[in-house]
């Protein structure tokens, strides 16, 4: 009994996996990239590899919030008339102490003179010469923003796994944290087989298609925030797609695209196996993209995926990008699924989890799938915004039925 055990576990690998399933196996295996510092611009769209602490007290000194004048309030009694006798622009860095009987004209950012516990602002007062008549009473707010109000020295400002936008690089600069620390990009190397494939702007002769899988998964990869490197085409020879898969695992993804099939000349999968990958899984209970497998070489996620451009990219999205968001640091590695009301009848063949390219807009709240790709038949061209995703139980899919899609674009037409 005992000796049967690790067979079966071989076996299991070598059996088709759910979506779930699969994504949870590769997730466990592989982590974040290492932590590299780059300029703060650079960080924009990265992930916070450490926490970051304010290095000082922000505002740095009791500052004034309002243009006006420096006043103890004690001195300020209804119609008070006060001397002007000082002038503190901001910038000033040591601001002479208020004189008694005095009012210090002062501008917004400027510390605050010692002495001094309120600013009333120009439109509440009347000047005259050299002197200030205040209003009666000095009443409300003292417009001073105190030293360390905003952020207080040593405070974490923000977390290890954050994602870093425009209000995050605002708040760094603030810190004046000049050098980040993010988490690297990972190398993903992009390896397309066949011998039907000719390189981008060349005219395909019959029989021959563009390596176009190449560019989508490369686009693929730079929008979700890792580097591509497209390596030579591995034409259909042995020798080739070994020299060619030996040097993609030295990146820190690996993707290849189409002989997966089993066909006269699919020869990825023998030529990953003797280079030594583990394979993870098989098959994944999807369609398309049913005959994508993962294995892994050390660190290095392997990911074989079929030819038919849809099918890639929709293997791409469903199991690829949620490892590059993990090894970039990031907290949440998929995309948002909502429940969608079909405008358009769908199909699934009973088995898989049916994935549908649509394009849909949200309509008085609720999302909308207005028109979908076909697998069989004429497509006129659309761009899809959204996956539909067809439970592998059902076959039929009437308008005015909800299914779940998952979100690919951040923003999706509004309608009223
Ligand atoms: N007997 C069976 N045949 C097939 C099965 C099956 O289960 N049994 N599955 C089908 C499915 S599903 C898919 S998907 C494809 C996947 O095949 P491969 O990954 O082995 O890829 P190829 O056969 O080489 O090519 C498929 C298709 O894609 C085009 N292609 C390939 N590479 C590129 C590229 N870099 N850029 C653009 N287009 C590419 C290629 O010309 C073919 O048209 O297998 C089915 N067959
Ligand atoms: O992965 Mo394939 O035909 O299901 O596209």
Redesign the pocket.
């Known amino acids: 009994m005992l000796a049967i055990l690790p067979l079966l576990n071989k076996d299991l690998k070598l059996t088709m996996a759910t979506l779930e399933e699969a994504t949870t196996i590769i997730l466990d295996r592989i982590g974040t990239t290492g932590c590299e510092r780059v300029p703060l611009l650079d960080a924009l769209g990265r992930t916070l590899a450490e926490d970051l602490a304010a290095p000082y007290d922000l505002p740095g000194c009791d500052t004034s919030a309002m243009d006006g004048f420096a006043v103890r309030s004690a001195e300020a009694s209804p119609g008070v008339r006060l001397a002007v006798r000082a002038f503190i622009p901001a910038g000033t860095t040591a601001p002479a102490p208020l004189e008694p009987n005095s009012a210090a004209r002062i501008m917004t950012g400027a510390p605050i003179p010692p002495g001094a516990d309120t600013v009333v602002p120009f439109e509440e007062v009347r000047e005259e010469a050299d002197t200030v008549i205040l209003p009666s009473p000095v009443t409300g707010e003292s417009h001073i923003r105190l030293r360390g109000a905003e952020i207080a020295s040593g405070a974490t400002i923000l977390r290890r796994g954050t994602e870093i936008g425009v209000h995050q690089v605002s708040l760094l600069a603030s810190c004046s944290h000049a050098v980040v620390p993010v988490y690297r990009r990972p190398r993903v190397a992009i390896l397309?087989?066949?011998d039907?494939?000719v390189e981008l702007g060349t005219a395909p002769g019959a029989g021959q298609?563009?390596?176009?899988?190449?560019f989508?998964l490369a686009a693929a990869v730079k929008e979700a925030g890792a580097l591509p490197e497209i390596l030579d085409?591995a034409r259909d020879s042995r020798e080739k797609h070994l020299a060619l898969l030996a040097q993609g695992l030295k990146a820190d993804v690996l993707i290849t695209?189409?002989?997966?099939?089993?066909?006269d000349?699919?020869l990825v999968r023998g030529a990953l196996s003797e280079l030594g990958v583990e394979p993870l899984f098989w098959k994944v209970a999807i369609?398309?993209?049913?005959?994508s497998a993962c294995g892994v070489k050390g660190n290095t996620p392997v990911f074989s995926?079929?030819?038919?451009?849809s099918?890639?990219l929709i293997g791409f999205e469903l199991l690829v990008r949620p490892v590059l968001l993990k090894m970039l640091g990031r907290q949440t590695f998929f995309r948002r699924r909502i429940a969608a009301t079909l405008e358009v009848p769908l199909r699934n063949r009973p088995g898989a989890l049916g994935v549908v390219a649509v394009q849909a807009r949200f309509s008085a709240g609720k999302l909308i799938i207005e028109k979908a790709r076909s697998r069989s038949g004429r497509n006129e061209p659309f761009t899809p915004n959204a996956l539909a995703l067809l439970p592998k139980e059902r076959s039929d899919f009437a308008p005015g039925d909800q299914v779940e899609a998952l979100l690919l674009a951040p923003s999706l037409a509004m309608e009223e």
């Open positions: 397309c087989t066949g039907e494939l298609v563009v390596n176009s899988n190449a989508a085409i695209s189409a002989g997966v099939c089993g066909g000349r699919d369609r398309p993209g049913g005959p995926l079929p030819g038919t451009p099918a890639t």
